[in-house]
């Protein structure tokens, strides 16, 4: 079964920093696009960042200059390097990937940030 589990999440003073790491199968790394999505409370899941299969990265404008994506396929690992966070960055976030026409999520890693 694919499984995507997301870890690193915690609690940081604004201006912190984290890294949020996802693992899942092989082939999901190899072959698709693979992104983070961030759900706050009372809020629609928005999308952060994508990485495609061949390492292109795009981010939405609300976190550029202050997220990097990234993957390591060896490790079968996503990660995501947050920098200069604030409190309005606080939300589960979450770990996404497409094999076929099926989406993906792993059950969310809790970010908060205090201000």
């Known amino acids: 079964q694919v499984q995507l589990v997301e870890s690193g999440g915690g609690l940081v003073q604004a201006g912190g920093s984290l890294r949020l790491s996802c693992a899942a199968s092989?082939?999901?790394?190899?072959?698709?696009?693979m992104g983070w999505y961030r759900q706050a409370p009372g809020k629609q899941r928005e999308w952060v960042a994508r990485i495609t299969s061949i390492g292109s990265t795009n981010y939405a404008d609300f976190v550029k200059g202050r997220v990097t994506i990234s993957r390591d396929i060896a490790k079968n690992t996503l990660f995501l390097q947050m920098n200069s966070l604030k409190p309005e960055d606080t939300a589960v976030y979450y770990c996404h990937a497409v094999l076929g026409t099926l989406d993906y999520w792993g059950q969310g890693t809790q970010v908060t940030v205090s201000s």
């Open positions: 092989r082939s999901i790394f190899s072959n698709n696009a």
